[in-house]
């Protein structure tokens, strides 16, 4: 009897309570659980789960992003390229990522994520950064601003615009994030890429592309066309039936005739400035997914 209590005690032993928790105990927390919340249990309990589109109660992860987690975690390749759907809370689970490494992979290092031409879209970015620290006491710096993060052990992340002129030659940079690469509002988005290539190239850092397509031009359908070292992911809006949306709401997005759907829910690369939509139709630059 005295051994099951024993056996019973170390199973539901937290690692260390979240009052005590500090940069090095967020280190030894694994990134998702998978059960209900407890003490100690993992970092993704520890500052809240993600939130529903809809009903923006908390929500477990949904497959298709645990799933990219572990491809992100066991790959080799440092060069991921994911083409996925609008609305599929893939910004979400990249900002989850690099928070996690930022503890383990990352740690005292520069973290990079360009989001788009407008700062506004960048600050929204960097804000929920923030926001995922709310439950952490005492590991961000009082110097972190609108578009810079530091925590207390040196690792920092900051926002930037797709901006070729905002890349600066630093060292130590761990990752680079380029979210809805392919929606930037730029006529010509290769000499952005050129900027940052040789950096990644010299300090080996983690390289992620991810965004819906927007017509056959740009870094991102030339990277996903060409044969090169990136990995390549595919994510259509099927992925998330029953989990974020229902069968008859992904049927009527599918349905919907002011929306090129092969290209926003299917993978498919077809519209863009100028094409069957006419010379004047334009996508606007997408804020980053929410939920």
């Known amino acids: 009897m005295q051994h099951l209590a024993r056996e019973l005690k170390k199973d539901i032993k937290p690692i260390f309570d979240y009052v005590d928790i500090d940069l090095e105990g967020c280190s030894k927390l694994p990134f998702y659980c998978k059960k209900l919340e407890q003490p100690g249990c993992c970092l993704s309990h520890l500052v809240g789960l993600p939130k529903h589109p809809e009903t923006l109660q908390p929500m477990p992860f949904v497959p298709y992003q645990l799933r990219f987690k572990r491809i992100v975690d066991k790959t080799r390749h440092n060069k991921i390229h994911a083409n996925k759907a609008r609305q599929m ?34 600050r929204k970015v960097m804000r929920r950064f923030k ?33 070729p002129e905002a890349v600066t030659g630093d060292t130590k940079i761990a990752a680079v994030a380029m979210d ?39 870094f991102f359908y030339n990277i996903d066309m060409e044969d090169n070292d990136f990995l390549k992911l595919k994510y259509n809006i099927w992925e998330t039936e029953n989990y974020l949306y229902s069968t008859k709401a992904i049927e009527a997005m599918l349905a919907d005739p002011t929306v090129d759907t092969d290209q926003e829910y299917l993978n498919q690369y077809t519209t ?7 010379s004047d139709f334009k996508i606007e630059e997408r804020e980053p997914e929410e939920y």
């Not at 910004?91 to 383990?104: L, N």
């Not at 863009?272 to 006419?278: A, E, H, L, T």
Request: charged share 30%.
């Open 272 to 278: 863009s400035r100028g094409s069957v939509f006419g």
């Open 180 to 218: 809805e690469a392919p929606k930037w509002n730029l006529v010509d988005d290769q000499p952005v890429m050129n900027a940052y290539k040789p950096i990644i190239d010299t300090n080996k850092a983690d390289l992620f592309l991810f965004g819906t397509p927007k017509g056959r031009r740009g």
């Open 89 to 122: 809370g893939f910004s979400e689970i990249v900002i989850r990522i690099f928070q996690e490494r930022g503890f383990k992979k990352y740690k005292h290092k520069t973290i990079k994520y360009v989001v788009g031409t407008r700062e506004k879209t960048t």
């Open 131 to 163: 926001e995922l620290y709310r439950r952490i006491p005492d590991v961000l710096e009082n110097n972190s601003d609108g578009l810079y993060l530091e925590l207390k052990d040196g690792t920092n992340f900051e926002g930037l615009p797709a901006n």
